[in-house]
C-alpha cells in the first residue's frame, strides 16, 4: 500500500511541475503578445519627376565652377531635375498605459535635407542620417504629458512627411522654419477644446546633442473642434555663439466649412536681430469625389531689410502652388503647377544660363503609404 502511495505522490508532483510550468509559459506569451500589440509599424516611400517650363532642367556650373542653385525654387525638398527619389520613411512606435516611444527613422534625399543641421550629418556612418524623430513620453495624468527627445517642430501647416501635406513641394515658410527639436517638452489637455504645450529645447535642428551650450524655449496654445483648430506657436532662444536670440511666432489653422471645402492659414514672422522673414499662406482645397481632390497654395515671403534668407537681403517671393491628389488605396498621386516670382532679385536661370527673376515648373510625386 506505501508503494502505491509513493508512486501517486510522484506522479502527483510531476504533474503539478508540468501544470506550473505551462502556466508560466502561457503568461509569458500573453504578455508578450500584449506587448505586441501595442507596437505600431507605419511609414511612406515617395518619388517624382520634375522639370521647368522656362529654366534648366539639368546641374551646371558658371565659369567660376560654382553649381548654379536656381534651377530650383528655394524651398526645401523636391528639388531635383528629372526623375528623383524622396525618401523611404519607417515609424516604430509603442504605445502603452503610461510610457511610449517613437522611433521614426528616414533614408534618402529628402531624408537627408530633413537633419541638415545636427552636427554629424555629414558622416554616414552617424545616426542622424536616418534619425528623424526619436523620443519617449511619460502620461504623468490624463492632462499632462511629459517627452524628451527629438521631434519634429510643432511651428508651422506644413510637415516633413509628404504623406502628410497636401502640396507635394513645400512651402517657403516652412522651408526656412525649424524642423526639428531636440529636448522636454510638457503638454497640457486644458479640457475637450483647448491645449497647451511649454518647452525647452536645443538650439533649432541640432538634434543630436547641443554643441554651443545655449537652449531655447517654445510654447504653443491650441484649439480644435470636429470642423478644425487652430495653434499660436512661440520659439525664442540665441542659437550660434553669437548672442543674438531668435524670435518666431506663428499662427496655423485650417477648417472644414462645408463637406467639399476646406480652408487652411499659415502666418508667421521670424527675427534674429533684424534678419529673417515675414510671411503669410493660404490653402484652399476641394475635393470632387473619395479619391480626387484639388489644392491651391498660395504664398507671400517677404525678407526683411536687414538680412534675406533665401534669395537677398530685400526680397518678396510671391508662389502659386496648384496641386491634384488621386488617392487609390495606399497609393497618392500628386501632379503640381509652381510658379515662383522674387521682386528685388533675379535667382533662376534659363536655359541659356541668364538670370530671370521667375521660374514656373512641373512635378508629379507618387507616394505610398503603409
Known amino acids: ?106 533614408y534618402g534625399p529628402r531624408g537627408a535635407d530633413a537633419v541638415f543641421n545636427s552636427p554629424q550629418a555629414g558622416d554616414f556612418y552617424r545616426s542622424s542620417n536616418i534619425i528623424n524623430q526619436l523620443y519617449m513620453y511619460y502620461n504623468v495624468s490624463d492632462n499632462v504629458r511629459l517627452t524628451l527627445g527629438n521631434f519634429n517642430t510643432f511651428l508651422g501647416y506644413e510637415v516633413i512627411s509628404p504623406a502628410a501635406n497636401f502640396n507635394y513641394s513645400t512651402s517657403y515658410l516652412f522651408s526656412y522654419g525649424p524642423f526639428s527639436h531636440t529636448g522636454l517638452k510638457a503638454d497640457f489637455t486644458i479640457d475637450e477644446n483647448w491645449s497647451a504645450m511649454l518647452a525647452v529645447m536645443n538650439p533649432t535642428d541640432y538634434t543630436e546633442y547641443n554643441p554651443i551650450g545655449k537652449y531655447s524655449f517654445g510654447g504653443q496654445l491650441g484649439y480644435s473642434n470636429d470642423a478644425g ?36 492659414f499659415n502666418g508667421s514672422y521670424q527675427t534674429t536681430d533684424g534678419a529673417g522673414f515675414a510671411g503669410a499662406a493660404i490653402y484652399p482645397q476641394i475635393s470632387t469625389s473619395d479619391s480626387f481632390a484639388i489644392g491651391l497654395r498660395a504664398e507671400y515671403f517677404n525678407e526683411l531689410e536687414d538680412g534675406g534668407v ?61
Do not use: C, H
Request: proline fraction near 2%.
Open 310 to 370: 533665401v534669395y537677398n537681403a530685400d526680397a518678396t517671393t510671391t508662389a502659386f502652388t496648384l496641386t491634384g491628389s488621386y488617392t487609390y488605396g495606399n497609393l497618392i498621386v500628386k501632379p503640381e503647377l509652381r510658379l515662383d516670382s522674387v521682386d528685388g532679385a533675379e535667382p533662376f536661370v534659363d536655359s541659356d544660363l541668364m538670370p530671370q527673376d521667375n521660374l514656373s515648373s512641373f512635378i508629379i510625386a507618387a507616394i505610398y503609404s503603409f
Open 229 to 264: 483648430s487652430a495653434y499660436l506657436n512661440l520659439i525664442y532662444g540665441e542659437q550660434t555663439m553669437a548672442d543674438d536670440a531668435l524670435f518666431q511666432i506663428d499662427l496655423t489653422t485650417g477648417w472644414d466649412l462645408s463637406d467639399t471645402f476646406y480652408l487652411g
Open 1 to 106: 500500500m506505501s508503494k502505491f502511495n509513493f508512486a501517486n505522490i510522484r506522479l502527483f508532483l510531476v504533474l503539478s511541475m508540468v501544470t506550473v510550468l505551462n502556466v508560466d509559459v502561457q503568461a509569458q506569451e500573453e504578455e508578450e503578445e500584449s506587448f505586441l500589440s501595442k507596437i505600431s509599424i507605419s511609414g511612406t516611400v515617395d518619388a517624382y519627376y520634375r522639370a521647368n517650363f522656362n529654366g534648366l532642367n539639368k546641374e551646371d556650373v558658371n565659369d567660376a565652377g560654382d553649381e548654379f542653385l536656381g534651377t530650383a525654387p528655394g524651398s526645401s525638398f523636391a528639388n531635383l531635375p528629372g526623375f528623383a527619389l524622396g525618401m523611404a520613411n519607417v515609424i516604430i512606435g509603442y504605445e502603452g498605459e503610461k510610457v511610449g516611444f517613437v522611433a521614426d527613422l528616414v
